[in-house]
């Protein structure tokens, strides 16, 4: 199937893509189970991978374009792509994990962003307002409408609070590959950009600054960082475009039974 067209999905197609969906978030739930200061990156990679494996999937990500593992973790100044290692998780870490699973022929693709110990009240405030801003795209993200427009609705979100919308990263199609068109940024202008329309399966995924958005790669060929230093989140959820609403296929609702009963 090619990558440069945009696919409308049938139903049993979303019925698929739903449990790919599903299945990160319980994943990401597992990785919940076990984040804390002291923890190092490595084991909540080792951890999500037996999980996926263990229920009829395999890791999305790993040996993506070469991607060495199965969850990008990213910390605090770095946004996105972290490759996990012997890193230790402190406390007032941010820490951003984003999980792809592969299972019967479909991905899902989801991110979360973890507050973990003592977290710095500027730093809570951007993981909420960048979350929020997911809902403000997704709001967006109904048939009729424009990929401007979900781009707008975060952008306007979170540019009040004077956080930075990532430019260089977007959010995708998602089905068969694990990046499909459209583009989705998180910034953009209303009734701008390619049509959305029902059964097209989008993921949508904010990357906000607490500064410049201004990103640059280590030399590792993956992190993304921001050039200020300061902190970035990502949370991203997959949904399929319907008439009215959005419906979500991802869910946080796993991860978060975990955090409120830590
Ligand atoms: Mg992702
Ligand atoms: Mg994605």
Redesign the pocket.
Known sequence: MAKDKVTIKTEEEIELLRKSSLLVGKTLAEVAKIIEPGVNTAKLDKLAEEYILDHGAIPG?KGYGGFPATL?ISINEEV?HGIPGNRIIQDGDVVSI???TLMNGFYG???YTFAVGNVSKKNLHLLEITKQSLYKGIEQAVSGKRVGDIGFAVQNHVEQFGYGVVRDLVGHGLGRNLHEKPEIPNFGRRGSGPKLIERMVI?I?PMITRGTYEVAQDSDGWTIRTTDGKAAA?F?HDIVIRKGKAEILSTFDYIEEVLKNK
Do not use: K, Q
């Open positions: 990500f990008c996105v984003d999980c792809g693709d989801s991110a993921a995924e990502h991203e």
